[in-house]
Every structure is written in structure tokens, then in C-alpha cells.
């Protein structure tokens, strides 16, 4: 840094006149005494604490060990709320509003007198929705995340977040599992603060946050509940300030080489298909090219390398005590973009270097002996995802993954429950089930249902795994043969919308293609039909007009098309 350069909170608290004393006077309520407006680099701890979701619910706890970092370092440290976004609470998706909270980080970071930021968050949709609104103003800023719960407790084994619920509904739907036995489940899947402890999209975002260099090492798989995780925000708070001291902005460490480590990290954790979502956005917003076949592309060599559920066996509170994800960088060592900095200081490649070797190789596993083949995201194209479609290879069935069959197909997702478990619908074991109206603008906010539950009569016969299709996410703890983010979706006129039942589609992942076998002279006569069909918007007011009539489609992040790119963190006008 110019050491001559005042910081950015100085022009307001350095100011000895009428505004300096308005912006001084109404902050020093709060019990700040006079000394700590000398130009001392003042820190935004972002929190979205809430009551609303226990991922989040002990990050009052741990703002205040990032405040006693900031203090220790001479900064001063002040606390602000961002909404919370608990994912299993809200309706009718998270994701719906993943794109408010990044506006409301953002613009709360540029509004106030602040030189950098520690962003605390967790569930799912809080960690890019922060990133997100933090980059768009490019101040120095890390992360600390909640961390995952620890691992869940029935009938004498651990069961997995999310992970085990599906396996549980599933069997009460075949009649194998009891009812009280499942709400049994549900008191011992979560029994403590922290994410879902499976590597869902919370524990796949976190992971990704120390690929991409945004926290220090270990921020990932410390479980919630763990001390080790408050010396961490300690640590954090000692860090921050010395990255506003130089100057260090997040466009700095967000490079595409970042996004390359982070994409090859998503492939050996088998990490939520949400993530491609969410990398896709925060790139946007930071300006560096990433599109979706990057994740083929780089990802396509990478072996899972991490046997957690969904994809494996263990969960986050085995991966902490295996090394975390360091121990997993290690392994990584000959892929990674080594020279790729990050917010501690040290190269991504010096990270990986000082890393331990895993504790544990039944939990991290080594290149040459991988717990599967090339895991990274696939990336469909074909007549009925003109512009991509993904799927997780590493939760599939083997023998689905070149698939040719007849489809059963549901209009939108109260069609799906309507008719799913009617005896007689026309389903057999080897159909492809296909849900229209579930992209961004369609539900909106893409909710996580993809991974359709199957259907009861086939479940009886022992089925266990569909070719699915849909415009939806599906939950990072979900598995099954499922193909997500179809794009365009049905509701913006993609070849989905046209779908009917009965056509053939073929599905060939190896050669990565998705085709609807319609002639195109059909196509076109269904499409017209579509058209004159289609009925007005219910939605005419509020976030959901906003987010309907600017959202971007999956292969572009799903962010709204106005908040591409960063702007200045200079506001234009003086507000007194
Ligand atoms: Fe919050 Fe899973 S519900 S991380």
C-alpha cells in the first residue's frame, strides 16, 4: 500500500469538520472511544447469523473471536447483518434469493466507511451470494465459514446430512423403513451448529473458498462446534488487516487461475453440481472468462480423490480429522495452478506443499490410488440443451450413463406429485423422467428437485435409479443419474418445453450428448403450439419481477443480468 494513501474509511471518520463529526458522532454510540478513528483500518465483519438456520446460528459466537483478531491487529472491527438464507426453511428456494443477498453485501460493503471485510456464512446459498456482492466492490476481503455439523448419529452409525434423507424417504416410500424409525433419523442427523455435514453445496462452497484462495487453510472441514474453527476467525481477524494495509482486493486473488484450482478441487472432492452455478456467477461478477465447459474440460482428468457422501462413504468431520482440505490440495499438487496467491499470503502451491500428508487414506485417497475415475462435472450438449446441461457421473448409476428410452414427462413440479405415484402411470424401469417449468425464471429461482424421488410402483420392484432430466438443481448431498440446469429452460422457450410423452431421447455421457429424437418440421410445430399456449406471468411485483425479467440462464450463473461485472467501491456523491 501508498502509505501516504489515506484508507477509504477516512474520508469519512478523518474528516474535523461537520461530516466527519455526523459520521464519528453517531458510530461512537456504540461505545468507540476517540483514538480509534486515528486511520486505523476500520473492518467489516459481515454476518448472517439467524435463528432461522442452525448452519449459521453460532456465527454471533464466532464474529466476535474475527473482531478479537482485528482489534489484536490494530484494526477496528464493526459487525453488520446480511440476510441469512437458511436453506431448508425457505420458500419457495434459497437460491431465489442468493442474488438479493449478494445486493445487499454489496451495496452495504460500498455504502459504509469500511476498508475490508470478513464474510461470515455457511448454508449453501450465503457463501456465493457474499462472494458475490463482496467482489462487485473489490475491497480486500476472506471468508470464515460456519463449518459442517458433526457427524449424525442413528441406531449406532453416522448418517450423513441430506444424504441419508433420501435413502430414508425412499425406503419408507418401499416400505422398508418404519415411520417412527425415520423420525428417529431426523433428531440425530443434526446435533449440533454447523452445515450440512455431507459434501453438500455448503461444504463444496467452503472447500472451493480455499481453492480459490478467499481463507486461510483448514476454513473448510473444521466442524462448527470445534475451537479449532475460532482460532481460525482469530487468525482471520489478524489477517484482514494486514490485506487492507496492502492493499490487497479481491480481483487480486479471483483470477482465472483461482477458478481453475477451484474447478479442479470441485472434481476430486465430488463436489454439488450447485457449485458450477455458483463459480460461474462470481466469475461474472469479477470479470474473468469461465464458462461451462471448463469444468469438462479441466475437470475431466481428476479422480475423486475424497470418499465423503454423497459420492462416498465419510463426512466433514472425517475429512477435518484426515487434514482437511490441505491434505486434499496435496494430492493435487501436480494439477493445481501453484502459483495462484491467496488471501493468507502464501501461494495455493506453498499450501500444498506444507500440507500434511492425509491421516487417513480410506478418507483421502492418492492420485495414483483414487476412490473413482475422472469425477468432474459432465457437460451435456444436444438439441435438448442447445446451450448445456450438467451431470455429477460420480453419484450416477454406471450402466444409465448411455441411455436411449422413451420419456415420461411432467409440466411442472405440482404435475410431478400430482401423478408420481399413480399406479398407472406409464413409467417402466428404464423410462426418462423429464420436469419441465423448474429453471431460474420458470419456478423461479430453480429449486432443488431435479433429483426426482421415483416412482412408488417401481421403487416396490426394486428400482433405485432413473435417468432424470429436468431445468432444476438438485441438493449437493443428492446422487442418482440425474441431468440438471438443462439451458434454455422450458419457461425461456428451451427445445424442453416441447418434450412430450412417449419420445425417444438418447442420452450418451461418455460423448457428452443429449439428444430429443423429434424431427426438427415437429419441433416447429410444437413450438408454435407452445407459444400461442403460453400464459401470462402470476408474478407482477416485488424481487420476483426483478429476478423473472433480468435472471440469466444456469450456463451463465443465474445471476441477474444487471449485476454482471464490479464497479467502483467509491461512492459518487458525499451523502452529508
Ligand atoms: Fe444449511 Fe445444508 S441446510 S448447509
Known sequence: MDEKKPLRSQRSYGKLDRDGFIHRSWIKGTGLPDHVFDGRPIIGVCNTWS??????????????????????????????????????????????????????VEESIRANPIDGV?????????????????????????????????????QGRDIGSGTDVWRFSEAVRAGEMSLTDFMRAESGM????????????????????????????????????????????????????????????????????????????????????????????????????????????????VPL?????????????????????????????????????TVSGHMLGEIAEAADEAYNREVVATLEAPFGPSSGVWVLRGNLCPHGAILKPSAATPSL???????????????????????????????????????????PGM??????????????????????????????????????????????????????????IEFDGPNRRLELLVDEAELGRRRVEWEQAKAPSRFERGWYRLYIDTVLQADRGADLDFLVGKSSADVTRESH
Open 118 to 154: 470478513v464474510l461470515l456464512g455457511g448454508c449453501d446459498k450465503t457463501t456465493p451470494g457474499q462472494l458475490m456482492g463482496a467482489a462487485s466492490v473489490d475491497l480486500p476481503a476472506m471468508v470464515v465459514s460456519s463449518g459442517p455439523m458433526l457427524n449424525g448419529k442413528f
Open 447 to 504: 429449486p432443488e428437485v431435479g433429483n426426482m424421488a421415483l416412482p412408488r410402483k417401481l421403487l416396490a420392484q426394486g428400482v433405485r435409479d432413473m435417468v432424470r432430466i429436468s431445468d432444476a438443481r438438485m441438493s449437493g448431498t443428492a446422487y442418482g443419474t440425474v441431468i440438471l440446469h438443462v439451458s434454455p429452460e422450458s419457461e425461456a422457450g428451451g427445445t424442453l418445453a416441447l418434450v412430450k410423452d412417449g419420445d425417444e
Open 305 to 341: 480423490l475424497v470418499n465423503l457422501m454423497p459420492s462416498g462413504k465419510f463426512l466433514m468431520e472425517d475429512l477435518s480429522d484426515a487434514g482437511g482440505i490441505p491434505a486434499v490440495l496435496k494430492e493435487l499438487r501436480p494439477l493445481l495452478r501453484t502459483h495462484a496467491m
Open 51 to 104: 435463528e432461522l438456520v442452525t448452519c449459521q446460528y453460532h456465527l454471533r459466537e464466532l464474529a466476535e473471536h474475527v473482531k478479537r483478531g482485528v482489534w489484536e491487529a490494530g484494526g477496528v472491527p464493526i459487525e453488520f447483518p446480511a440476510m441469512s438464507l437458511p436453506e431448508t426453511q425457505m420458500r419457495p428456494t434459497a437460491m431465489l434469493f442468493r442474488n438479493l443477498l449478494s445486493m445487499e
Open 401 to 443: 450413463l448411455t441411455h436411449r428410452a422413451r420419456a415420461v414427462v411432467f409440466e411442472d413440479i405440482e404435475d410431478y406429485k400430482a401423478r408420481i405415484d399413480d399406479p398407472d402411470l406409464p413409467c417402466e424401469a428404464d423410462s426418462i423422467l423429464v420436469l419441465k417449468g423448474c429453471g431460474p425464471k420458470g419456478y
Open 190 to 301: 443434526s446435533r449440533s451448529n454447523g452445515v450440512c455435514n455431507t459434501m453438500g453445496t455448503a461444504s463444496t462452497m467452503a472447500s472451493l473458498v480455499e481453492a480459490l484462495g478467499m481463507s486461510l487453510p483448514g476454513n473448510a472441514a473444521l466442524p462448527g462446534p470445534d475451537s479449532r474453527r475460532k482460532t481460525l476467525a482469530h487468525l482471520t481477524g489478524n489477517r484482514i488487516v494486514e490485506l487492507v494495509k496492502q492493499d490487497v482486493r479481491m480481483s487480486q486473488i479471483l483470477t482465472r487461475e483461482a477458478f481453475e484450482n477451484a474447478i479442479l478441487l470441485h472434481a476430486a472432492i465430488g463436489g454439488s453440481t450447485n457449485a458450477v452455478v455458483h463459480l460461474l456467477a462470481l466469475a461474472g461478477r469479477v470479470g474473468v472468462p469461465l464458462s461451462l465447459d471448463d469444468f469438462d474440460a479441466i475437470g475431466r482428468e
